[in-house]
């Protein structure tokens, strides 16, 4: 595990848009994996002005996406199809049929989730894939409890990750109550990951993911286990790390 500490949230984005745009000109094909949330949105602005730059282009790219709520279709402001497009992929040149997100609204959940499974899969697997945390320690949707050997599958949202997004909703009654994720051998499954993380509200959870066991209560510390994970965290989310 390899931990970059950084300033604040801007660094915290800048180092992880250098180590991404230098993955896709390294090869322009990248099987990008890809999160929503507040955290990669910073580093989402910067791939967008490295385009623009004509510094890196997605032309050949494919993403997946970690999750998607299950009720929302595309064109609800809170589903994760709405964020992935207005964030990132209008801005950028990837054409939109090689970007991925889960399909929320699919009337047979199960296939959808082993339809993703395959898909990932065909693609030759997720080079890279960028992750959140949850302040609960989730990743993905994997809430703490999730085995370690699951793949993409419906999940009951915790109480406590409601009240986290509800910030993005009119209200707490608004958001869904269940999501479909990659499981977590399927972002084990990546050949690499870089997770960010910022912010104090996140510190306690941290220090247990690099300093902790390797427990199902704190998902993310099974990326200990993970041959080829880079943290990217500000001085706030590291200051219980001693
Ligand atoms: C989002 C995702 C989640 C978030 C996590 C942190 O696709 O998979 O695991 O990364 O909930 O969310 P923020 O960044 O809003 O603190």
Redesign the pocket.
Known sequence: MQIIKVKDYEEMSKKASDILSDKLKGKPKLVLG????????GLYKLLIEQYKNNEISFKQAKTF???EYVGLDRQDSNS?YYYMNNQLFKHIDIPLEQTNIPNGIATDSDKECSDYEKLIKEQGGIDIQL?????NG?????EPGTPFTSRTHVVTLDES?RQ??ARFFDSLDDVPTNAI?MGIETIMDSKEIVM?V??EA?ASTLQQVIQGEVTKDVPATILQRHPNVTIIADEAALSKVR
């Open positions: 890809l999160a929503t949330g507040s955290t990669p949105e996406n970690l999750d994760y992750l959140g945390m949850g302040l989730h990743i993905g949707f994997n990750t986290a997004n994720t960010l910022s912010g996140k």
